[in-house]
C-alpha cells in the first residue's frame, strides 16, 4: 500500500491510523506548493488532484478522508479504530464527518484558500474572518463532544480522532490558535503517542 501525501495536510491523519496500524506501507510526497497534484504523474493516480491519495496492494486508489479510514479500520480490525458498538460507531463518524466537510472544508479551505470562494482580491479577508468564525464555532461543539472522554469514540483511539489531530495541528501548530481545553487535551494526548511522534518526524514536522 502507498500514500501518497503532503507535509502537514490533512493526510497527516491518514499517515497517523497507517503508523497506528503497524503494517509496512510506502509513501510518496506531492508538492502540493509547486503544483504537483496537477501533473500528469499524479492526476493519472488521482484525478481530483488531492491527498490523501492511497494505492492498494491490488493497484485501486481510494481517495477522502473518510472513505480511506473506513477502508483501514475495517480491514485491520485489531487495531480497533471503530469501535463495534453501533451507537459508538455512528458517534464516531458523525464527529468525522464534521470535522473534514465542516471545520476543514467549509473552515479552514476559507482561511487556506479565499480565492476559492471568492474571485475578488478585496474579499480575502472577510473570506479568511467567516472560515476561522466557521472553525472556532465548530470546534466549540467538538470540545463539548469530547467532555469527560480521551478519545472522540471512548476510551480509545479512532478514526475520527485521526481527524480532529490533522485540524488540531492546523490551528494550534502551524496558525498559534489557543485551542478549547478538552481539545487541548486531545491533541497533547495525540502528540504523546509513539505513531503520532513517529509520523511527525517522517513529515518533518516536530518541534
Ligand atoms: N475531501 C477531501 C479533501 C482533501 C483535500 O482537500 N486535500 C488537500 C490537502 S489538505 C489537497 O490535496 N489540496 C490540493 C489542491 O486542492 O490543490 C478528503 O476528504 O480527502
Redesign the pocket.
Given at each position: 500500500m502507498k500514500l501518497y501525501y503532503?507535509p502537514g495536510?490533512?493526510?497527516l491523519g491518514i499517515h497517523v491510523l497507517l503508523e497506528e496500524i503497524g503494517k509496512p506501507y510506502e509513501t510518496a510526497t506531492?508538492k502540493?506548493m509547486e503544483g504537483a497534484?496537477?501533473k500528469p504523474e499524479f492526476t493519472a493516480i488521482n484525478p481530483k488532484?488531492?491527498?490523501?491519495t492511497v494505492v492498494r496492494d491490488d493497484g485501486s486508489v481510494l481517495?477522502?478522508?473518510?472513505a480511506?479510514a473506513y477502508w483501514l479500520a475495517r480491514t485491520n480490525p485489531q487495531s480497533g479504530l471503530l469501535p463495534d458498538d453501533p451507537d459508538t460507531q455512528a458517534r464516531v463518524f458523525e464527529a468525522m464527518d464534521y470535522v473534514?466537510a465542516t471545520l476543514?472544508?467549509q473552515g479552514f479551505?476559507r482561511m487556506f484558500?479565499p480565492e476559492n470562494f471568492s474571485p475578488k482580491p478585496e474579499d480575502a479577508e472577510a473570506v479568511k474572518a467567516r472560515g476561522r468564525e466557521i472553525f472556532e464555532k465548530g470546534l466549540a461543539l467538538v470540545d463539548k463532544a469530547l467532555a469527560g472522554k480521551e478519545y472522540l469514540g471512548g476510551a480509545s483511539l479512532s478514526i475520527a480522532d485521526a481527524a480532529l489531530f490533522y485540524v488540531e495541528f492546523w490551528a494550534a501548530g502551524r496558525m498559534k490558535m489557543t485551542l478549547p481545553p478538552n481539545c487541548a487535551a486531545h491533541y497533547q494526548r495525540m502528540l504523546a503517542r509513539p505513531a503520532v511522534r513517529k509520523v511527525m518526524q517522517a513529515e518533518g514536522l516536530a518541534a
Open positions: 503532503a495536510a490533512c493526510s506531492v502540493l497534484q496537477y488532484s488531492k491527498v490523501p481517495t477522502e478522508f473518510p480511506i473534514v476543514h472544508m479551505a484558500r
